[in-house]
């Protein structure tokens, strides 16, 4: 028996030692050294690479390089690795705004250099890839040296993931896919995609600084566990930079979301930012036909002025101008300068200055084309606006990313902060290089489309969507059962509690947190609104606590005062949580503990609640109880 096995043994030593030879193979780990990706190039010239993550395979022989669509392809037969540079980095970023003052930049950095034949098409290409304690990254790039081009590029790049585990994918203005096996999935997928690999081993798919081509779409077979590039990378030549390709990692969901890598995988900004001021808004679209105490709001001038008093009491930033303020949205003649209510909106920018409030005006796609865009911009930095909500943009996808670039490089210069809407580009890191680039709606927005979402979807979208970047929900609807005192043409309950709509508002990401409802419903619940009003930005740091995705989130947020503030939201189960105040420096705290009433529930009791405030030291947990679909606000000073 056993001069059986060696007979049959060694011939599989040496096809072993034999494919390992014919290739090249280059690999980097991590700072920790938890995670590693490495490159082969075998003689055939098929480059593939592997992703290993705490001593497991998550993404096996994956295939990179790019195709004509015909029979060309690069690397291809004869191509060979003519250099590798390493280099590691250990800084810190001080972002204007994030979701912390100081953010830890380390990575370990590997650049191989391929060459191929003097046979006639491109000849060098650069795979750069970088691996941090959350994540790897890898990017192509066509060096300067290069002196032939490919018209029509079709990237190559596959995931190839080593199990079946459950995922889910970002799926526009709806709820998200998923949770679904990785072999269940069929046809096109759009990222973020999150995935859960074990209990202690989440990750995520997506993409950072997009230059020029298709935004990520991925595509899988069904049956499959592996996952295609499919979005068309454009022309190939000398000084071209793909999309960096980025996996993130983490033993929690919430390590996730907490990750800046994508934000770091862009430029510096150039310029000076310090202009840029995130915070609250107050918002005239959800409030256009409410009628209370005798007076029915509109979006003109004396609701507006209505608004900005309200904020200027509550230490709430903006105000948002939606749709109509110039004409017609969608008509070609109504003129984003001259039309409609333009002078009543100057008016409103002078008093809102008065005040300290910030005014932001709507802009559609059919205006911000129709008239010159620079001019249109130049004009609302004249007039002293805070920023723009640009909607409904036309194009496919790669057109729409150069005219949102184009966009948000126009506000710098006019110091205007910008939100995009209506199936925007998905975010990939602009905040970084473009600071005033502070929402967009890359969700299910609140009563969006006339239909709401119910607590599951909001649970899982910020497992998923908000790893991309910032997004724009419009939480924080108090008036739940929706009668004369909201929109005219929007009355649907929203199924939620107000302590979760409450929670949720911190719990998002955002720059600009728009508040939807009329201000005599958020007076009328005071200790709410003090909640809303002491969300004082940029944060100095914000921590996932604790969460699940589609289940709960438990996020905390340090104001800029120093005090910190906590959000918990449920999915329609009733849960009970211990919040660990382990995140707190020493000391004693006043703790204020605002929770759903009694028999909530986030259909059939939405508006009862229950506040206590409590000296607690950091080491002490904080119980919680969150309804059906509903969550809990913690507002903590130190003594």
């Not at 949770?179 to 995609?193: A, C, D, H, I, Q």
């Amino acid at each position: 028996m056993k001069r059986f096995f060696y007979l049959i043994f060694l011939p599989i030593l040496l096809d072993s030692f034999q494919s390992i030879s014919s290739q090249e193979v280059k690999s980097i780990q991590s700072p920790d050294g938890n995670l590693s990706i490495a490159f082969q190039l075998a003689q055939n010239g098929t480059l593939t690479y592997t992703v290993n993550a705490w001593h497991q395979t998550i993404i096996k022989d994956s295939p990179l390089g790019y195709s004509d669509g015909k029979t060309g392809q690069l690397p291809a037969m004869d191509w060979s690795i003519n250099n590798s540079d390493r280099h590691a980095v250990n800084s810190v970023w001080k972002p204007v705004w994030g979701k912390r003052s100081v953010v830890k930049d380390e990575y370990n950095e590997l650049s191989l250099d391929l060459a191929g034949p003097k046979s006639g098409g491109i000849r060098y290409l650069r795979i750069e890839s970088r691996v941090y304690n959350e994540g790897v990254a890898f990017r192509y790039v066509i060096p300067t040296e290069e002196k032939d081009s490919l018209p029509a590029a079709f990237e190559l790049t596959e995931f190839r993931f080593a199990g079946d585990y459950t995922a889910w994918f970002y799926n526009g203005e709806n709820a998200n896919i998923g949770p679904e096996k990785l072999s269940e999935s069929e046809g096109n997928r759009f990222p973020v995609m999150t995935v859960k690999a074990a209990n202690d081993l989440y990750f995520a798919i997506h993409e950072a600084y997009l230059k020029t081509g298709d935004p990520l779409l991925l595509q899988s077979k069904k049956g499959s566990t592996a996952f295609a590039v499919v979005s068309k990378s454009g022309k190939l030549a000398a000084g071209y930079y793909s999309a960096w390709r980025v996996i993130l990692f983490g033993k929690t969901p919430g390590t996730l979301v907490d990750s800046h890598m994508i934000e770091l995988l862009n430029p510096e900004p150039k310029g000076d930012f310090s202009w840029v001021k995130p915070g609250v808004a107050v918002w005239d679209w959800r409030i256009d036909g409410a009628f209370i105490d005798g007076f029915t709001y509109s979006m003109s001038y004396p609701s507006w002025v209505r608004m900005v008093d309200f904020a200027a009491e509550n230490n709430i930033r903006y105000l948002v101008l939606d749709a109509n303020w110039y004409g017609p949205e969608h008509q070609a003649e109504s003129d984003p300068v001259k039309g409609d209510k333009a002078s009543d909106v100057r008016k409103l920018i002078q008093y809102g200055k008065e005040k300290g409030i910030g005014i932001w005006l709507y802009l559609n796609d059919v205006g911000g084309r129709k008239f010159p865009i620079e001019q249109t911009l130049k004009q609302y930095g004249d007039w002293g606006a805070a920023g723009i909500k640009y909607g409904f943009m036309s194009g496919t996808p790669a057109e729409k990313n150069v005219w949102t670039r184009k966009i948000t490089a126009l506000c710098a210069q006019n110091h205007l902060l910008c939100d995009f809407h209506d199936g925007p580009v998905h975010p990939y890191g602009q905040m970084r290089t473009f600071p005033n680039a502070v929402t967009r709606e890359f969700c299910h927005a609140q009563l969006d489309a006339h239909r709401v979402f119910v607590p599951s979807t909001f649970v899982t979208s910020v497992f998923v969507n908000m790893v991309a970047g910032p997004i724009d929900m419009n939480n924080g609807m108090f008036d739940l059962r929706q009668g004369k005192t909201t929109r005219v043409d929007e009355n649907q309950p929203v199924p939620s509690t107000l302590v979760s709509e409450t929670a949720r508002t911190l719990i998002v990401f955002s720059g600009a947190t728009i508040i939807p409802d009329i201000p005599e419903y958020y007076r009328k619940y005071p200790d709410l609104l003090k909640f809303i009003a002491s969300q004082k930005m940029p944060w100095m740091e914000s921590k996932t606590l604790a969460g699940e995705i589609g289940e709960y989130i438990v996020m905390a947020r340090q104001a800029n005062d120093g005090n910190w503030l906590v959000g918990a939201a449920t999915n329609e189960s009733p849960r009970e949580l211990d919040i660990p105040l382990g995140f707190l420096n020493k000391g004693k705290y006043k703790v204020t503990i605002i929770q759903d009433g009694e028999n909530a529930h986030y259909l059939t009791n939405r508006e009862v609640l229950k506040t206590e405030t409590k000296i607690l030291k950091s080491s002490d947990k904080v119980h919680v109880k969150l309804a059906a679909g509903g969550g809990s606000c913690l507002l903590i000073s130190k003594i």
